[in-house]
């Protein structure tokens, strides 16, 4: 297995890669405020006329994300395009082509919130039901808090098996950040359907769905995989899964995983954090490591390679 290669900034890395697949929530922004200095390493990227593709697992659809971003300070016109986990949703539920939206039908049931039942709203051909044997699909979403319960929902979940109805569970995070403060993610509820026997459809990271889409976009670019770097600060989600599809990857230390890199006071030190980390998620090892989304410094005799007009 290749050793990580611990990095200054994204600046070591430009030149190997024309796509940049780049986590949002604790890599670019940490609910509140874009970092400053993401926003200085995205405008080198465009400089230098990488593809940018930000990913998030969110319930925001594209559009509505750009415009989250640049309340929190994201200037117009810095990344390529956006993917989100909503807008795979929306468009698989609206279309039911894709293998892992056909035939879910018109009726859902929802575990979730208020921000998930205003997401299905915007969806016309599809109603809310509120008792089980009307549904045609269960929707568990991540959005909203869930009860931290999971037994709440013992009688649902087997009764959506028995019924051999279609489960999707959106934005499948065991935790998220918010500011410095983590919730419980829809996981745990998934991982009871499967102990139970059931199947679910994860529409997010680290899942191939909208990997598989990601490099779809990348396509339409003229870009592939090898050409492509995964940047996140998750080794379950951002990591995992732009592995699992043959990516390159880096993972940033300052999101996430901060907590146990916290007093790393040496590279060795961070070297046997993330070797601890790599053994916890299958050897599953990042190609390259940062302190945070930076471009760091250029080398004085470095000319960084343009994409060609």
Known sequence: ????????????????????????????????????????????????????LLMSNSELRSVEMAENLKKMGLPDGLYSQILTSGELLYNGITHQKDPVFEGLGQACYLIGGERARKFLSA??????????EDASFLLVSGWDNLDGNVAKYEEILR??????????????????????NYKTGTIQISRRVQELGGVVQMIGKPYKPIFHHAIHILHNNDIYPGQTVMIGDTMAHDITGAT????????????????????????ADVNKILGMLVSQYNNIRPSYLVDRLKWGKALPDRKHRKRPN
């Open 1 to 52: 297995m290749p050793n990580t290669k611990f990095c200054q900034g994204i600046s070591d890395i430009s030149d190997s890669y024309t796509g940049f697949i780049i986590d949002t929530w604790g890599v670019l922004h940490d609910s509140e405020k874009v970092f400053d200095s993401a926003v200085e390493c995205l405008k080198e990227l465009k400089a230098r006329k990488k593809f940018v």
């Open 123 to 132: 969806l016309d051909q599809i109603k809310i039901v509120e008792k089980l």
């Open 159 to 180: 009764e959506t098996i028995r019924r051999r109805m279609k489960i999707l569970c959106i934005n499948p995070d065991s935790r998220a950040l918010l500011g410095t």
């Open 244 to 267: 699992l599809v043959n990516m390159d990857t880096c993972l940033v230390r300052s999101g996430m995983h901060s907590p146990v890199f916290k007093n790393a006071a040496t590279p």
